[in-house]
């Protein structure tokens, strides 16, 4: 009888990581023969701990906080999506060659478009911060064909250069950076959260009438209950709101997609992660 397949999400910390959760129920949907395990690694060690992994069989993994910049320079042949990212969280083994994805913003565009039945061709999107959350979702949103996608930042000059950084995969797409601000008397159809702010319980300052009608607000972090961007957004005239929870699904079955070939349905995996969400 053969072992089954060993894959691992691997961070600094850990333990919170909700991963494992997630590809388990992956795996006895699809009928997959594989494990799924969390590697602390330490914060000098991390690609010492992919290559211990690697050594004693394992056959991919994610990676999450604060390895995928390391993950990305680890890899020797990347994605597309993950070039534009500049970063990475997703390896796969083949033989001696590591490769490397970036899963994030497809999760987000397929969380939206799936879960959350959003229209983004033709629809104006405001994606707020230039950090690696923000550009990692540029090139996925931009594949989408929105109207417009405009990005805000604290540091006007970061959300410029990020956009700046775009300008050719826009094509005729609206790409502009800007300060928060700037963004006074802009109306859009759908804002979205990749700042850390909802970390600290904190919302951006934004200027109010951002929400268009039938808008969404959507913060990439999530938590039991509203984030206080999400807070800030409702009070501001947003139609819906939504966390990263059905982000976080996705961009794991983009992964696991990757490694098996299998596209698991998320729906029942992102309804039982929801429940013990709401549960803690």
């Known amino acids: ?3 089954p397949d060993r894959y691992a999400v691997i961070g600094n910390p850990i333990a919170h990581s909700k991963s ?13 023969s594989l494990v799924y395990e969390a590697l602390l690694a330490p914060l000098d060690g991390f ?18 906080v604060p390895f995928k910049l390391e993950a990305f320079a680890l890899a020797q042949r990347r994605s597309p999506r993950a070039e534009a990212a500049g970063a990475v969280n997703t390896l796969a083994f083949d033989g001696a060659e590591i490769f490397g994805d970036n899963t994030d913003g ?9 879960n959350l039945d959003t229209q983004l061709a033709g629809a104006r999107i405001l994606l707020l911060g230039a950090g690696g959350a923000a550009r990692g979702a540029v090139l996925p949103l931009l594949g989408a064909h929105p109207a417009s996608l405009t990005i805000a930042n604290r540091t006007a000059s970061k959300a410029v250069a990020l956009a ?36 600290a319980d904190e919302a951006p300052p934004l200027p109010s009438g951002l929400y268009a009608a039938g808008s969404l607000a959507y913060d990439m972090m999530y938590g039991r209950g509203d984030t206080a961007f999400l807070r800030a957004a409702r009070a501001d005239g947003a139609n819906r709101l939504a966390d990263g929870l059905g982000m976080l699904v996705e961009q794991a079955a983009e992964s696991f997609f990757g490694w098996r070939g299998v596209r698991p349905d998320t729906s029942p995996v992102l309804a039982e992660l929801r429940r013990r969400v709401d549960a803690q």
Do not use: K
């Open 47 to 64: 690609a010492q701990a992919v290559e211990d992994f690697r050594a004693a069989g394992g056959r991919g993994v994610n990676v999450t």
């Open 20 to 32: 494992p959760l997630i590809h388990a129920a992956f795996a006895r949907q699809t009928g997959e």
């Open 106 to 114: 497809a999760g987000l565009v397929r969380d939206l478009q799936f």
């Open 164 to 199: 700046g950084a775009f300008g050719e995969a826009a094509g005729d797409i609206p790409l502009d950076g800007c300060g928060l601000d700037d963004l006074g008397g802009r109306a859009f159809d759908l804002v979205i959260n990749a700042t850390a702010s909802s970390l």
């Open 1 to 3: 009888m053969t072992s």
